[in-house]
């Protein structure tokens, strides 16, 4: 993933909204007043909402006669996941390396907290 569609994708991923539309598109393809349903919100600020996920390849759209229904990309999510999978395991690893100090430290100290 490059630094520039990481950035891209980020940027969409922040805004809740655009989290919700994405968990209701995992379901399904749906219409903009479909995805618009659940907010307060008017279909044009919802249309903003898609053109950042479709510019950030997360969403596509289609065109059934006049619908044009909305659909997920996982492309840029499973890149995302990929790039995240790194900082994982280094995070696992420094969460090893410290229960194995703290098993050694209450080893060495018979006053200290056991398991």
Not at 43 to 54: F, G
């Amino acid at each position: 993933m490059t630094q520039d569609s990481l950035t891209t994708t980020l940027s969409a991923l922040a805004d809740p909204t655009r989290r919700a539309i994405l968990a209701r598109l995992s379901q399904g393809q749906a219409t903009v007043n479909d995805l618009a349903e659940p907010f307060q919100m008017s279909l044009p600020a919802i249309s903003k909402h898609l053109k950042v996920l479709e510019r950030a390849g997360l969403i596509s759209r289609g065109r059934q006669a006049q619908w044009r229904p909305c659909r997920l990309e996982g492309a840029p999510l499973k890149s995302l996941a990929e790039w995240l999978e790194t900082y994982r395991r280094f995070w696992d690893g420094s969460f090893d390396r410290m229960d194995d100090y703290l098993k050694e430290i209450q080893k060495g100290d018979p006053n200290g907290p056991r398991n």
